[in-house]
Structure formats: C-alpha cells, structure tokens
T-cell receptor, first 112, second 114 residues
Framework: GESVGLHLPTLSVQEGDNSIINCAYS??????FIWYKQESGKGPQFIIDIRSNMDKRQGQRVTVLLNKTVKHLSLQIAATQPGDSAVYFC???????????FGTGTRLKVLA | EAQVTQNPRYLITVTGKKLTVTCSQNMNHEYMSWYRQDPGLGLRQIYYSMNVEVTDKGDVPEGYKVSRKEKRNFPLILESPSPNQTSLYFCASSFGDRGLDGYTFGSGTRLTVV
C-alpha cells in the first residue's frame, strides 16, 4: 500500500455525521483554492474549488468555506459515507502564477 | 473515458540507470504538470508545460527533465536517478490556464531507486 499517508492527522467520524476538514493556507496572494480527495493507491481527485472573491461554495454534499482574514479553508462533508474515507488536502494557487502549494492532508476515517 | 495515463505503475531501478516515466492525456488539455509526493510533505511540482514545446521548472526540478513534443504526452526523464528520487510521482493535466479549473491526475508511479 501507499506510505504517503502514514503520519497524517486523522479525523474519525460516524457514518451519517457531518465532517469538517480544515486547512490553513500560506500565501496571502493566493486567489484560487481546490480541495482534493486521495484514496489509497489512487491519484488525487478534484472535489470542489473556490475563488478568492467568494467565501462559500456548495457542491453535492460538500461545502467549502474560505476565510481570507485568517487564511483558512474548510471542507464540510454532509452525511459522511464509508466511500468518503480517504486523505483530503487543499491546494492554493498563487495569483497570476503557475504555482500551486499543496497541503499535507488529513485522513478521514468513517466509522460504521 | 477522460483520463491521464502514467506508466509504469511501479518501478524499481538502480542508481544511475536512466529511466522515463510516460504520461498521456486524452482530454486535449494544454496544461500538464509533474508532481512528487513524499511522506509528511505536500505534492511538490517538478516541471510544468503550458503547451507544446513550452515547459518550465517547478519547485523541485533538479535531477529531472521533461519534454512536450505533442500535446497529449509529457514524459518525465531521470537521466541519472539517485535514491533521494525515490518517491510517488503524479502527472496531471488541466484545461484551464494555470490549472485553474482543477487538475486531472494520473494514478501515480511509485519509483524506488536503490
């Protein structure tokens, strides 16, 4: 199996509960943010994005909140399911550049 | 199916033996990028390409080369691999400029250099 996620912080939630995963981003010039989901043995998968002119964006069962004042991003997953078990990480794009900064991730475990 | 295909999936090689990891996308994306993923670190960009024959260094380009002769292919070349290049590698592509519509990632290549 993959060793990338061995030392990640872990969030354990009961199936059906809501999950909140947090991310502190580093660059005040970042203007575009993405949340990715990475399942074991797979590449990261795009979940939802948000631009800096917004503070909230909703998708199917997921919501991203952006607080530019404290450089904080969160991902909320409603009614968490076993299939949501994965590593989640955020990415920030530094405005006007090709540079992305990726977070190290949080492991989400869904308890039956 | 829209996808990014990397090969090989797993590779064990010896120090100094040149290798190439291939990457191909079928979405007509202009932007492609290579990343490495190591324990305790986020994905780090190695090289990226804005279009055919246009490439540039990312954050950790040392020891790597790339080429973009065709829009769909973006191989990663390690001319003389060393053990510190043991890592999990991902190729990604994007339709949007600077990857601003999110990446599609390949499934990864786990490289071990002994």
């Amino acid at each position: 199996g993959e060793s990338v996620g061995l030392h990640l912080p872990t969030l354990s939630v009961q199936e059906g509960d809501n999950s909140i995963i947090n991310c502190a981003y580093s660059n005040s010039a970042s203007d575009y943010f993405i949340w990715y989901k990475q399942e074991s043995g797979k590449g990261p998968q795009f979940i939802i994005d948000i631009r800096s002119n917004m503070d909230k964006r909703q998708g199917q069962r997921v919501t991203v909140l952006l607080n530019k004042t404290v450089k904080h991003l969160s991902l909320q997953i409603a009614a968490t399911q076993p299939g949501d078990s994965a590593v989640y990480f955020c990415a920030e794009n530094v405005g006007g550049t090709y540079k992305y900064i990726f977070g190290t991730g949080t492991r989400l475990k869904v308890l039956a | 199916e829209a996808q990014v295909t990397q090969n090989p999936r797993y590779l064990i090689t010896v120090t100094g033996k040149k290798l190439t990891v291939t990457c191909s996308q079928n979405m007509n994306h202009e932007y492609m990028s290579w990343y490495r993923q190591d324990p305790g670190l986020g994905l780090r960009q190695i090289y990226y390409s804005m279009n055919v024959e246009v490439t540039d260094k990312g954050d950790v380009p040392e020891g790597y080369k790339v080429s973009r002769k065709e829009k769909r292919n973006f191989p990663l070349i390690l001319e003389s691999p060393s053990p510190n290049q043991t890592s999990l590698y991902f190729c990604a592509s994007s339709f949007g400029d600077r990857g601003l519509d999110g990446y599609t990632f390949g499934s990864g290549t786990r490289l071990t250099v002994v």
